[in-house]
């Protein structure tokens, strides 16, 4: 019984020195390659959920291929097995090792991973997209090779807010995230903030329940989004702002069934403009309009800076309203154009700094 | 004659074993031939030639004279072989039409069709005297019952040779008695039948000829007629065999197990063993006789310690070991040779060196201090294959499955006397043995009882009882019918008693 | 002597043969599992040659992908121990992902709570890991035994309640200053990573987890093939009837059986969660438990197999990343061997068949 295991194991170490011995030799050729700038190669690495997750990581890899197809290089993502540290640094190691010397990342799970990953090898570029980069300490440290983006979400959520209430008129709505962490919250906050000014300036009656706040705890759990957003147009709700990734699909599902058997419900989609997600019918959708980040936008500009080489290393830069960094969909067929106009008007004072959204909570609801 | 097979100078290698050398074995049409060798003497291997699942190295078989190539089964379904193995290939939860129809199934459009199915058994049943009813469950009927639809597998197949293995091995005596009717009506209407077996009872009883082979070589075939029972065992073992053993007055001593109204459960939940009683002293033999389940499991297992006895005392040299462990049974001087080998006695996938030592592997000096000590265990094992000739083909690192039936079971009766119990409980110790080998244990368990230790010996078959038994308790229904001495009595009365009629007062 | 040196020959000559098929039989499904990937690399338009040499390449080319390959073995070992253990006393532990998390859980627990020095400090958390795992395993043992429930259904059910209690225990008392879904990072003073391993590796995830799981691929191989309890638990797994009838406790070496295969998966999750990943996150059921079922059948249930076969999977899971990033081939082929090799091993009957057919065309054995 002993002698078989071992026999494999020889066998094994056997086809494994074989192949070390292939490479070797040649490991001169594929790796140590400090090919010119035009070759370019920018890689990227997905967060948890999938490339084409309608959120996300697509709209970051949209940003990657669009830069990628504008100025003719190379792109590669790649999705890391887990969602440990260890797992996202492995995939950044093999684009760095496979000659991708800039690499995006979206989300701030890869802190940590960045932070190490900016020290091990200098001459790649990165950018973290919603955090910066710790040793585990919270203490930003952003390297010269790093540059570190965050988004004004309580802008965009304000926007999303008012142009809910706008539309709705009265009524209850709700808000479903993903996990309870800063870019989430603060796209509630600022969806709250949003609903109080437009009951403030223009008189609408559209208010939200403490009970109908709720943080699901992932970003990936379909059927958790579906039942929460149930149990909500079940007590009444008639448009839901769902921050939550995967959970936020489930939420959009749910919404779609109901909208086919003719119950008036929304949702209101995040990050991406996610009418498409909402189609349920010709061309109808339950998408109210949505939150977005321009974050295929962050994408394509620091690619577009490495190549006019003002890449902004050791920055932490902010996508807020002032820079068209947040907003709401251009096209949103289920708005007014009244509607439209006025949240066009708010977008503008807070461009202008008339009008400033709070970023914490405040007596706001979790 | 007119032969429907011949095999003719069959000769079949396995690595190292010759296992059919040169064997010519012919089927005349109508007659019952019978294939009489030891366990391992290659009458399953020769078989397996004709039925296509091995090839020949050499020779020529020959179904009603033309040249054949059997290259599997179904080309022996088709010559219009069959056979009916000794481990029944049945579905349980299926009913006897749906398992004879198995893989050869009409079907009327999408439907299988059973009505006609069935009612093409029934004719078939009646025809040779089956008494099959195709409607019922396989898991309801009798293991007879079992048999003859195998039976009637073939004989809804068409097959005209029919190949028995070893077809009494799990028979009561009546039921045997049933087979050798329906192979009698085989025969009549035109069918030809090859009975493996090694009973030589059986084969005077029913068989024409007889082709006998040992260890893979042909001895003879004669006809059984004319053929002694003490001629034919002669031929398969090589040597003169005693047909009894022989056997020195008893000398019993002190009680060494004392069942003082012990009362047993059965598995489903009703008193299996009643207010039963018995003295076992050193020296003797007790056998117990009785029916198949009629208690005897239940006996067993309260007295080793498998089952918890409801009520009663077991006492084993004076001591109350009725709630004691297996294990401490074990050490106070209990040993067991179960009468399932396979489930109860060895652990098949183990080398036959770690069977041997499997009730003693934690005393010194076969581990110490948790650990195995592998030389000594190797000296043991090596010692009790020597001693109760235990024969493996590769020796004691030998998988204890490898081994023959008769070497396994050999190799149980070793272990349990090597353990120089006080009390030896023997159930069925020869079940499914040749001659040769029910000899050796029958004598070894003689030899037992005259070093001084009781031995209680559990068997359904009544000769074996009466051969080596000293005193006799019979049960019936779980009670004890009777206490008799072996010398005084016979197998009538006994037969009598295990039918549960009470003996009579002074006899 | 004669007799006894032909007899001990012949016993030599019959572990050979044993040795020869196991060998025979893993190599053959690891082969046919690697065809299979090359037929799929060529219908999807590859290059297989080129799809290997970066995949090997990819675990084997640097001290640092070799430390990784390794790391990644390291909880694969452990969980394949686990049901390989298991498995050859007769019982199927389902559950070793769970088992898994309650170690970690365990060793999380200890090494958030104990300010203590690293060489103190460590042991202690393994201890506590392999405790965990243990009692975790003890129960699906205890309800086998006691009343008869199938070890599978009880250990699946466990994994759940464990997936659940990490779900509320991590936020509950072990959250970090900032996020809901993870512990805190783990110190370096209760981390299985070493500074001087580290950089030996070149910045590797390799840890001391690799030595603990030598370490007790050694006692498993030894308790199972040199113990009176081996022999016992062996013993019941072959033939419970008999080991009882021999006066073998069958219960006790069901919860015996069970609790150690529960230990050394939950030694497996100090090694991932302390050692491979420096925190625990709620939410995700490790794989590990699934993939040891895998490697536990490639390495036909022996402790040097399982070992053998980590170390080969954990060498695919860390090349798959480089190959995705220098071919066009899918990741998903990787993954595609990888489960093809588990099914050819899990059919070995099958290519034993064939074997056995050629070898008796050839030569004859029966």
Request: with cysteine.
């Amino acid at each position: 019984m002993f002698k078989k295991g071992l026999l494999f194991m020889l066998a094994f170490v056997l086809v494994a020195s074989m192949a070390v011995g292939c490479t070797s030799r040649t490991n001169t050729g594929g790796n140590g390659d400090g090919k010119s700038e035009d070759s370019l190669k920018v890689g990227m690495v997905t967060d948890a959920g999938t490339i084409d997750d309608k959120s996300f990581n697509q709209g970051t890899w949209e940003g990657v291929v669009k830069a990628g197809n504008e100025f003719g290089l190379e792109t590669r993502y790649l999705k890391p097995v887990g969602t440990t540290e260890a797992h996202y640094i492995t995939e950044i190691g093999n684009l760095v090792d496979a000659g991708y010397k800039f690499i995006v990342c979206p989300g701030f799970k890869f802190e940590t991973a960045i932070f190490q990953a900016q020290e091990r090898y200098p001459d790649a570029k990165f950018v973290l997209i919603d955090g910066y980069p710790h040793a585990g300490d919270w203490a930003p440290v952003v390297a010269a090779n790093t540059v570190s983006i965050f988004f004004a979400e309580h802008e965009s959520g304000f926007l999303a807010g008012l142009a809910t209430a706008l539309e709705l008129q009265e009524g209850e709505v709700g808000f479903i995230g993903g996990m309870e962490i800063p870019p989430v919250q603060k796209f509630n906050w600022g969806f709250q903030q949003g609903l109080l000014y437009a009951s403030e300036n223009f008189g609408t009656n559209v208010t939200v329940k403490a009970e109908n706040v709720i943080y699901q705890g992932t970003f990936d759990n379909v059927a958790a989004g579906q039942q929460l957003a149930a149990q909500m147009y079940d007590k009444g709700v008639k448009a839901i702002f769902a921050a939550a990734g995967g959970v936020g699909v489930g939420s959009i599902n749910e919404a779609k069934a109901r909208a086919k058997d003719g119950d008036d419900v929304w949702i209101v989609g995040v990050d991406v403009d996610q009418y498409a997600e909402g189609i349920y019918e010709g061309n109808k959708s339950i998408i109210l309009t949505s939150a977005m980040k321009q974050i295929d936008q962050a994408a394509y500009d620091m690619i577009k800076a490495e190549k006019e080489g003002v890449f902004p290393g050791g920055e932490i830069l902010l996508f807020t309203a002032a820079n068209d960094g947040i907003g709401i969909p251009k096209e949103n067929p289920n708005l007014s154009a009244d509607v439209m106009a006025k949240v066009a008007e708010a977008f503008n004072m807070i461009k202008n700094g008339t009008l400033v959204i709070s970023d914490v909570q405040g007596d706001l609801i979790k | 004659m007119d032969y429907v097979i011949e095999m003719l100078k069959i000769r079949k290698e396995f690595p190292g074993v010759v296992a059919c050398d040169d064997i010519t074995l012919q089927l005349a049409k109508g007659e019952i031939h019978a294939l009489l060798g030891e366990n391992g003497a290659g009458k399953s291997t020769l078989m397996s030639i004709l039925f296509g699942l091995y090839q020949p190295d050499s020779g020529t078989i020959r179904v009603r004279g033309n040249d054949v190539r059997i290259s599997n089964p179904n080309i022996a379904n088709d010559l219009g072989i069959g056979m009916v193995h000794q481990h029944f290939k049945l579905v349980e939860n299926f009913t006897v039409t749906e398992n004879i129809i198995l893989g050869s199934e009409s079907t009327r459009g999408l439907l299988v069709d059973v009505r006609s199915a069935a009612d093409k058994i029934r004719v078939l049943s009646r025809r040779y005297g089956l008494n099959v009813e195709p409607e019922s469950k396989i898991a309801d009927v009798s293991v007879g019952m079992q048999q003859r639809v195998e039976i009637l597998k073939m004989l809804y197949r068409d097959a005209e040779i029919l190949i028995f293995d070893e077809p009494t091995s799990v028979l009561t005596p009546q039921e045997v008695r049933e087979l050798m009717k329906i192979m009698r009506s085989l025969v009549n209407e035109g069918k030809s039948i090859i009975l493996i077996t090694h009973k030589l009872k059986e084969i005077k009883e029913i068989a024409n000829r007889c082709t006998v082979i040992r260890r893979g070589k042909p001895v003879g075939t004669v006809d059984v007629a004319t053929t002694s029972q003490e001629k034919l065992a002669e031929m398969m073992v090589g040597r003169k065999v005693l047909m009894k053993v022989e056997k020195g007055p008893e000398n019993p001593g002190e009680t060494i197990l004392r069942l003082d109204n012990l009362s047993v459960r059965s598995g489903r939940g009703v008193l299996g063993l009643k207010n039963f009683s018995l003295d076992v002293r050193c020296g003797e033999i007790v056998g117990v006789a009785g029916v198949d389940g009629n208690g005897q499991s239940e006996l067993v297992e309260a007295i080793v310690g498998l089952k918890k006895a409801e009520e009663g005392r077991i006492l084993l040299n004076g001591k109350d070991v009725k709630n004691m462990s297996v294990r401490n049974r074990i050490r106070e001087g209990m040993a067991l040779i179960p009468g399932d080998r396979h489930k109860y006695g060895l652990i098949l996938d183990y080398s036959l060196e770690d069977n041997l030592v499997l009730k003693v592997y934690d005393s010194q000096p076969y581990s110490r201090n948790g650990f195995l000590k592998r030389e000594a265990i190797h000296q043991q094992a090596e010692k009790v294959i020597s001693e109760f000739d235990v024969r493996s083909g590769q020796g004691s690192a030998g998988a204890a499955r490898s081994l023959s039936g008769g070497n396994q079971q050999k190799a149980i009766v070793g272990r349990e006397i090597d353990l120089n119990p006080d009390l030896l409980v023997a159930v069925q110790p020869t079940r499914g043995l040749d001659v040769g080998a029910i000899e050796y244990i029958h004598r070894r368990i003689i030899e037992q009882r005259d070093r001084g230790k009781a031995v209680l010996l559990v068997s359904l078959e009544l000769d074996e009882i009466l051969t080596l038994s000293d005193r006799i308790a019979v049960i019936n229904n779980g009670e004890l019918v009777g206490i008799v001495q072996a010398s005084e009595t016979n197998e009538n009365q006994v037969g009598l008693m295990m039918a549960g009629v009470q003996r009579e007062a002074g006899v | 002597m004669k007799p006894n040196t032909g007899k001990y020959v012949q016993q030599l000559r019959a572990i050979k043969v044993t040795i020869n098929k196991e060998y025979v039989l893993a190599f053959v499904a690891v082969i046919l599992g690697l065809l299979a990937g090359a037929a799929l690399m060529l219908l999807t338009g590859n290059n297989p040659v080129s799809g290997y040499y970066y995949l090997f390449r990819g675990g084997l080319m640097n001290v640092e992908r070799v430390g990784n390959t390794l790391a990644t073995a390291t909880p694969l070992i452990f969980t394949g121990l686990s049901v390989a253990f298991a498995f050859r006393t007769g019982l199927f532990n389902i559950g070793a992902s769970g088992q898994m998390l309650i170690g970690g859980l365990f060793a999380t627990a200890v090494g958030l709570t104990l300010d203590w020095p690293k060489p103190l400090l460590l042991p202690v958390m393994v201890f506590a890991a392999l405790v965990g795992g243990g009692l975790w395993a003890a129960l699906p043992g205890w309800l086998k035994a006691r009343f008869n429930v199938h070890e599978v259904v009880a250990t699946i059910m466990m994994n759940w309640i464990a997936y659940w209690t990490v779900f509320y225990t991590v936020p509950r008392y072990f959250k970090g200053p900032f996020l809901e879904t993870e512990s805190q990072r783990i110190p370096y003073n209760a981390s299985l990573k070493l500074n001087s391993l580290t950089s030996l590796f070149g910045g590797s995830y390799i840890n001391l987890g690799i030595f603990i799981a030598l370490l007790f691929v050694l006692i498993a191989a030894v308790i199972l093939e040199r113990t009176t309890l081996g022999y016992e638990l062996k013993a019941v797994g072959f033939n419970r009837h008999a080991a009882e009838s021999a006066g073998i406790s069958v219960n006790k070496n069901i919860i015996l059986s069970m609790t150690i295969a529960g230990a050394l998966a939950g030694l497996g999750g100090a090694t991932f969660y302390v050692g491979y990943a420096s925190n625990m996150q709620i939410g995700v059921l490790p794989s590990h438990g699934f993939d040891g079922i895998a490697v536990a059948l490639l390495g036909a249930n022996t402790p040097l197999g399982v070992l053998g076969a980590s170390v080969f999977f954990g060498l695919l899971h860390t090349g798959k990343g480089f190959m995705n990033a220098m071919t066009r081939i899918p990741p998903e082929i990787a993954d595609t061997v990888m489960a093809t090799i588990i099914y050819f091993a899990a059919t070995s009957i099958m290519v034993e068949r064939v074997w056995t057919r050629w070898r008796a065309k050839r030569g004859g054995v029966r």
